[in-house]
């Protein structure tokens, strides 16, 4: 896959969790659609990054601590906690679960619903900066270099 691709891909996920994370600024209907389809796009995220998951499970404890492991625990971390917020959303579901006929009024599945998506952006946060150096360069390979290439291009000889 490219890297222009995957940057895409991403991004729109990483967007898209933080407009999830807000209800209020979506109203609770759009919020409850928008994380089913961003449940998605984390799918496809782990699809995208396969290769990467079996080749780090196959190894995981050949290194003592490696910022892959570490990487590995965050991702997994980050799919549980997620898996865990969409869960209890759903337990909770104002209108996707009453769209189905079913419906539930669950304090506690509330309160462990916010503290699964607090717990989910913490992490998706750590899992950005540990990223950083990854987005820094396709930043700049995406939107600066580009230009750069066609600048040298284009001055006379």
Sequence with gaps: MSL????VIDLLAFIGFL???EPRLTGTTIHEW???ALAGTLIIHLLIHWDWVINISKRFFAKPLHITRINYIL?????LSFIVTVT???????SVMPLLGIHTKNFAARQLHE???NLTLFLVAVHFALHWDWVKNACYRIFVAPFKRQRIASKPN
């Excluded at 222009?4 to 940057?7: C, W, Y």
């Design 88 to 94: 209890t959303g759903l337990m909770i579901s104002e």
């Design 19 to 21: 407009l999830a994370l």
């Design 115 to 117: 503290l699964a998506s």
């Design 75 to 79: 991702a997994a971390l980050i799919f």
């Design 34 to 36: 928008f994380t089913l």
């Design 4 to 7: 222009k691709t995957n940057f």
